[in-house]
C-alpha cells in the first residue's frame, strides 16, 4: 500500500497536451492517488456521469470545450 500524500484519492485529469498528462498522472501517481487521464472534456463529462473523482485537475483553453464549465 502506497503511503503517500494522495494515498486513495481518485483524481482525474483532464489536457489535450500529452505532455502535460503524463506529467501530472507520474507525480500523483508517485504520491499515491488513483489516476485517471483523459484528453478531452467530452471523455471527462463520460466519466464523472458514472463515478466522481476526488479531485479534478484540468488545463485550459482546450479546442473542444471550455473546460472551465467542467468545474
Do not use: H
Not at 500500500?1 to 508517485?30: C, E, H, K, Y
Not at 485517471?36 to 479534478?56: G, M, Q, R, Y
Request: hydrophobic share 45%; charged share 20%; aromatic share 2%.
Amino acid at each position: 500500500m502506497d503511503s503517500g500524500s494522495l494515498a486513495g484519492i481518485r483524481a482525474l485529469v483532464v489536457d489535450d497536451r500529452p505532455d502535460n498528462l503524463d506529467l501530472v498522472d507520474f507525480i500523483l501517481t508517485q504520491e499515491g492517488a488513483i489516476v485517471t487521464a483523459v484528453t478531452s472534456a467530452t471523455e471527462t463529462l463520460a466519466i464523472i456521469s458514472k463515478n466522481l473523482p476526488d479531485i479534478l485537475i484540468s488545463g485550459i483553453g482546450m479546442p473542444e470545450k471550455d473546460t472551465i464549465l467542467l468545474t
